[in-house]
């Protein structure tokens, strides 16, 4: 896998942050706070940008990796009840502590940047069978995903081991959506789930939405 991306160096305040986004940003490929849940679509071009990116987070624990699709065009059906808001997403390690009331003055910073191909291996996800889902159920299980909010910007925050397992959920929608969607033309329904902690609730601790709901759109009409 390789993808063209822009680094960034920015310095706020006492610190400088790194901060990688794709170029060009993933056209296909929406997120909507609908405010009971997380709604994130994307056809095979979006899915797939997003499986590149994500992997490339799981291996970049001293950089922010930007997705900016806020301003993407929301296909038709996908908007929900009253007036979902649409976000950006950084994919983040915990271990970097990023302050994330930082964020809009990091973004505010980012300048042109320098142009980069990354490469990342083609299967940088386990198995499903290599996973042991019931040690996330542990008090000493630490490598969750977390979700905050900041600056219409939905943060992602884990470890390599969690962006790396939960990666593999995210590969249904290469492997498992587009075959779906052929034997089923119809108005079929095709998603993954992704949720912080050890079980699903319906906000998080910081009154965020406790469930990303990504749906495959394989016909992404306007």
């Known amino acids: 896998m390789g993808q ?3 680094v960034h160096e920015v310095r706020v305040g006492g ?3 790194r901060v990688v986004r794709p170029e060009p940003a993933p056209g296909r490929l929406v997120l909507l706070d609908d405010h009971h849940w ?3 679509y994307a056809d095979r071009e979006g899915a797939a940008a997003l499986v590149d990116l994500w992997a490339l987070a799981a291996r970049s624990a001293r950089s922010l990796v930007y997705l ?3 301003a993407n065009p929301v296909p038709e059906g996908a908007a929900g009840e009253g007036e979902p808001i649409a976000l950006d997403v950084v994919l983040v390690h915990h271990s970097l502590q990023f302050p994330t009331a930082a964020w809009k003055r990091v973004r505010a910073g980012l300048g042109a940047g320098r142009p980069q191909t990354t490469a990342t291996p083609e299967r940088d996800f386990p ?3 290599a ?3 019931e040690r996330r159920g542990h008090r000493a299980f630490r490598d969750h995903l977390d979700f905050a909010v900041a600056a219409h910007t939905l943060f992602v925050v884990g470890s390599a081991p969690a962006f790396r397992e939960h990666g593999t959920t995210l590969r249904g929608l290469l492997d498992e959506a587009p075959a779906s969607a052929h034997r089923d033309p119809g108005p079929g329904h095709f ?3 992704l949720t912080p902690g050890t079980w699903s609730r319906p906000r998080n601790r910081r ?3 406790g469930r990303l709901h990504i749906q495959y759109a394989a016909s992404w009409r306007l």
């Open 131 to 133: 996973i042991d889902y």
């Open 127 to 129: 198995d499903p069978d």
């Open 191 to 193: 998603c993954v789930e």
């Open 207 to 209: 009154n965020v939405p």
């Open 4 to 6: 063209r991306v822009r």
């Open 68 to 70: 900016p699709i806020r």
């Open 38 to 40: 997380l709604s994130m």
């Open 15 to 17: 610190g400088e942050f």
